[in-house]
């Protein structure tokens, strides 16, 4: 997927942001931003001192969400390559009082400005589908120690999808997001549609990737042509 599209669709988006995926995920799923949030963070073991990644952090509700967790002597470290989404979040933060150990970084997940083996826990939550995997999940392990644990959740495709292909998926995006040649929102979601993998698809690019141990709980969506929801769960290889 090009850069340029997905910083486009989320400059425009970051203003209002938490309101519009808000209002996704409680009619995909109906679930809240807020309590997707804390189901993905409820399945992270972050311990006092632990040194946290968290990639596509958008306005940094998840960085903001486990800073306690890993107190004075740990630090949460939010990635996104969109300047707009950044700026939001780093008012976030500011406002919250937890600037001494968040940190925000404006760079591609695809290459990440860290060295190996700088994080004991990754996360990503909503952000999988607007990257290459594969590179992502490169980088990830990358910079992830052995043992260290991998947390992600994002759309996920249904036997449905992938029977329709992309032509139904273009009718279902333009439905919601505006015709594809006018809104940048549609533009990138239409690109990311190769990327919404099944949870079996997931198990398997993981293990290629380095990750053991991949666990995936799957939440249903309201109507069969929605996505799925998939929260996992890996360990990077070498524990």
Not at 79 to 102: C, E, F, Y
Request: hydrophobic share 45%; proline share 4%.
């Amino acid at each position: 997927m090009a850069d340029n599209v997905v910083i486009e669709a989320f400059t425009e988006l970051a203003p209002r942001y938490e309101e519009v995926v808000d209002r996704e995920l409680r009619e995909f799923w109906g679930l809240g931003y807020r309590e997707f949030v804390n189901r993905l963070i409820n399945t992270i073991p972050i311990d006092e001192g632990d040194v946290v990644l968290d990639v596509a952090t958008g306005t940094a509700i998840i960085p903001l969400e486990i800073a306690d967790k890993v107190g004075t002597r740990g630090q949460v470290v939010g990635l996104d390559i969109t300047l707009a989404m950044l700026q939001h979040g780093h008012r976030n933060v500011k406002a919250s009082g937890s600037t001494s150990h968040i940190r925000l970084v404006c760079a591609s997940a695809m290459a990440m400005p860290f060295i190996e083996s700088s994080f004991d826990v990754v996360i990503c939550g909503l952000g999988m589908h607007h990257m290459d995997v594969p590179q992502m999940l490169f980088e990830m392990r990358r910079v992830l120690k052995r043992g260290g644990s991998l947390i992600m959740a994002d759309v996920g495709a249904s036997a449905l999808w992938s029977f329709f292909g992309a032509r139904w998926a273009k009718l279902l995006i333009a439905r919601r997001y505006g015709p594809i040649q006018e809104s940048a929102r549609a533009k990138a979601e239409m690109e990311a549609f190769p990327n919404v993998r099944t949870a079996e698809e997931w198990r398997s690019i993981l293990s290629k990737f380095g990750f053991i141990k991949a666990e995936i709980n799957k939440i249903r969506p309201r109507l069969p042509w929605y996505p799925w929801g998939l929260f996992m769960r890996a360990v990077a290889e070498g524990a």
